[in-house]
């Protein structure tokens, strides 16, 4: 049975093996199929252009784009240099044999110096140079053997060498854009405008052909007018008029007039392209018509008014597909915007992605770092008592004759002695339990010199656990930041993925309402109207009275139901006086806050450190720090605690995190015994919700009317122990609220008072006025009174008034019929 199975196995596998092959060759077979087709059409469209290239002649004897285009094949792609010059050579053989020589010529001598200068240079820079150099010389040989020496020979040479120079910088720009595959995001203005030199470089080519007795050169360069006119409007459309107007002109001198025609209707056709296809054709027919009329040129105007009508016939049959994907190449085309849009959201997510990507490895570090500190206090326990009673044998037991006897015999007697005066030692510092002595002793024959040895090895014990404690707490420390880290980083992915949510109803619905307002708005863009979370962006002809705070703002406020203010104003363009305006939620409460602050005997530096501070996600926070004793070191203390506070919630680190961290730093980070407590409201301005995070603080105080309330939590001052979990102690104010928070040297003050607690709700419930400043003013002015006129210890009191925010415009109320 066995055999058989290993057999079918062998064969099942012997058979994928043989399936492999064949799948790769099937694959590779495809892929060379795919190729083959790609040269093809590779091949194929340079033995078109080269061709048409080889029929150009300018001037009626010059012919400049021949060894230009050779030169960028050349250095394009080396594969196809034989297929361009035999189309190069087979074009100029159709127009005389005289041109055909002087290109066979001209190709040897561009090879020639092609290849000496390879030899020194490798610089595409001196592709140009070599160019002029080799028609230079190939025109100049050719005039002189055929029609002798002269200045203007050489001077005709020189003119056909350095237009050649010219259109292979041209054509480096323009010839790639035609063969390669390659996406472009967008076109600049200079790649245009040698694409189009190259266009109307290969209608020239076409001159002198006639269907019909219409010149084709003229109807393919209307076409290519209606085409960019329709595609990139008035500007691009009269700017490839003029330069296919300018090169057939060189190329035919009776094509001169034309230049004005193309010209005139590539503007009217680029002014009248929002009536689609129909509305560019109605202007070459009017330049035409117009041109044909007023102007004197050589060919009948029905003739020219048949050309634009095959030119308008062919761009009406041309897909719209094909006019979609040019758009997307031409800059202030919508295709162009999307296509920018479309790539900039790849980019967002692609961000967004790594983003993720970093934060998912960040939090499992962070689960790594964790997983390094469980197993249990138990199992530790255990672990860390064999260790030391091992240590302990080795030094006492090994040497002993009752080895064998102790720890075989009576294992569990031995142990459970030994592990009894282990605990004595630690919890006494000394063996005081004469019963545990006596019973040890009747045990072991040498246990003066056990417990000797187990004094001894405790104090290294206890140096070796406050290490491992120390390490156990960094990794700790270490593990909460990459957390912490972790979120923010998540937080930063979904704000970089934040997109326009489709809001076309409410997007209609706000600007009827502003029109109805009697403001006229250009755009309004909705990208979120969640409550306490509104994000408007509107733009308006202009902004010179602060009409989106006056009216439009008060306008969403009536509504959206929630109050909404102007967020950022900027200007839309830098010509025009559009501007726009991003609205968004505004709080619904703020805060007004007193402080109150003295140091002990009058001093300077005072040992307590406060501070208040808005955070972006709608949030206010009030910290108070008291470091141990008075002076200049528990200033630093205090300072050091709040600056790390600050800095640590500002990054968008949760606030137990941020309290957490701060603690393992500051009992890390110094190995004297120097605490400081922090006191800490994290107050929501959208629902009132404050979060009180106290650490080894005094309670603080809630007033609402007449009645005081006291908001306490029990932990340990920051630095005082390694591990420390805080108390969240979370309550509810309303408009009107005044939160008291202070420093141990208000609360300890009165030495008149037994019940503190009382003496201070006693006090602040007395107090009559509701100003934040005045109240602080007031309760350190009582509290230095009740203490004989002296202050005994740092004094910080900070009150804090929440009330309802009060938008600058009331809210405005108008009628407008909603959309079904």
């Not at 979370?730 to 003496?759: C, F, H, Q, R």
Request: proline share 2%; hydrophobic share 45%; net charge negative.
């Amino acid at each position: 049975m066995l055999h058989r199975l290993s057999l079918k196995a062998i064969g099942g596998q012997a058979a994928e093996w043989m399936n492999e092959p064949a799948s790769m060759v099937k694959e590779t077979a495809v892929t060379r199929s795919t190729v083959t087709t790609q040269s093809f059409k590779t091949t194929l469209i340079i033995l078109i252009l080269g061709f048409l290239l080889g029929r150009s002649v300018i001037l009626f004897e010059l012919v400049p784009f021949v060894i230009p285009f050779l030169a960028v094949i050349c250095k394009w792609r080396r594969s196809y240099t034989l297929a361009a010059g035999l189309a190069l050579i087979a074009g100029s053989a159709t127009v005389s044999f005289v041109f055909a020589g002087f290109t066979v010529v001209a190709i040897l001598f561009y090879l020639l110096f092609q290849g000496i200068s390879n030899t020194f240079f490798e610089q595409q820079r001196f592709i140009p140079i070599v160019v002029l150099a080799s028609v230079t010389v190939a025109r100049f040989l050719g005039l002189l053997v055929t029609e002798g020496y002269s200045i203007y020979h050489l001077l005709t040479a020189a003119i056909e060498g350095g237009l050649a120079m010219i259109v292979t910088m041209i054509f480096f720009q323009s010839v790639p854009l035609i063969l390669e595959k390659k996406k472009k995001l967008t076109l600049k203005s200079e790649e245009i405008i040698c694409l189009v030199i190259l266009l109307a470089s290969l209608m020239t080519g076409t001159v002198g052909w006639l269907i019909f007795q219409l010149s084709v050169e003229q109807i393919v360069a209307r076409y290519v007018v209606l085409i960019f006119a329709f595609v990139g409007g008035a500007a691009i459309g009269s700017t490839v008029g003029v330069v296919t107007g300018l090169i057939l002109s060189l190329a035919n001198v009776a094509n001169l007039f034309y230049m004005s025609l193309l010209a005139f209707s590539g503007l009217l056709g680029g002014l009248l392209k929002e009536g689609k296809k129909i509305s560019v054709a109605l202007g070459l027919i009017i330049a035409t018509l117009l041109m044909g009329m007023y102007a004197d040129n050589q060919v009948p105007m029905q003739y020219s008014l048949y050309e634009s009508l095959v030119a308008i016939a062919l761009f009406m049959i041309t897909p719209k597909k094909w006019t979609s994907e040019l758009s997307k190449f031409i800059p202030g085309t919508m295709e162009h915007s999307q296509e920018q849009q479309q790539y900039l959201r790849k980019i967002r997510d692609v961000t967004a992605g790594k983003v993720e990507q970093f934060s998912n490895l960040f939090l499992s570090l962070s689960k790594s770092f964790s997983l390094l500190e469980t197993g249990g206090e138990k199992s530790n326990r255990e672990r860390e008592v064999d260790l030391f009673l091992s240590r302990v044998t080795e030094q006492t037991c090994q040497t002993c004759m009752k080895k064998h006897h102790c720890w075989t015999k009576k294992f569990d007697e031995t142990y459970g002695l030994m592990e009894q005066l282990m605990d004595e030692y630690e919890e006494e510092g000394e063996i005081k339990n004469r019963q545990l002595i006596a019973n040890w002793r009747q045990h072991c024959v040498i246990d003066e010199r056990v417990i000797s040895i187990m004094k001894k090895e405790l104090n290294q014990h206890y140096a070796s656990m406050q290490l491992k404690q120390q390490l156990i707490e960094s990794r700790r420390l270490v593990a909460d930041q990459l957390k912490g880290v972790s979120k923010v980083m998540e937080d930063f992915a979904k704000d970089i993925q934040r997109e326009k949510k489709a809001h076309e109803k409410q997007e209609s619905e706000i600007m009827d309402a502003i029109q109805n307002a009697g403001i006229d708005v250009d755009n309004v863009d909705v990208y979120s109207l969640e409550t306490g979370s509104v994000d408007i962006e509107i733009t308006l002809p202009s902004n010179d009275y602060n009409e989106g705070e006056k009216i439009v703002a008060p306008l969403l406020s009536d509504i959206l139901n929630e109050t909404v203010i102007v967020k950022h104003v900027e200007p839309s363009s830098l010509t025009g006086s559009e501007s726009r305006i991003t609205l968004g939620s505004t709080k619904a409460f703020v805060v007004r806050e007193g402080v109150a602050h003295a140091a002990k005997g009058g001093r300077l530096v005072s040992g307590d450190s406060y501070s208040t501070m808005e955070l972006g996600a709608g949030k206010y926070a009030i910290a108070i720090s008291d470091g141990m004793g008075n002076g200049t070191r528990a200033h630093i203390e205090s300072q050091e605690t709040i600056g790390l506070l600050k800095n640590i919630l500002r990054s968008g680190i949760e606030e137990t995190v941020a309290i957490k961290s701060i603690n393992s730093i500051l009992s890390l980070r110094s190995e004297d015994e120097v605490f400081s407590t922090l006191d800490l409201a994290m107050i929501d301005l959208q629902d009132g919700l404050v979060k009180f995070l106290k650490v080894g603080s005094i309670p603080s105080y809630v007033k609402r009317g007449d009645k005081v309330k006291a908001v306490e939590a029990g932990n340990l001052p920051i630095g005082i122990i390694q591990e420390m979990d805080v108390d969240v102690v979370t309550e509810a104010l309303k408009a009107g609220d005044l939160l008291i928070m202070m420093s141990d040297g208000i609360y300890e003050a009165p030495t008149v008072a037994e019940n503190k607690d009382v003496w201070l709700k006693r006090v602040i419930k007395e107090i009559e006025t509701e100003d934040p400043q005045e109240i602080a003013d007031i309760l350190m002015e009582r509290v230095i009174r009740e203490s004989g006129n002296e202050i005994h210890d740092d004094m910080t009191v900070i009150v804090a008034k929440l009330d309802h925010h009060l938008p600058k415009w009331a809210t405005i109320s108008i009628p407008y019929e909603k959309r079904a």
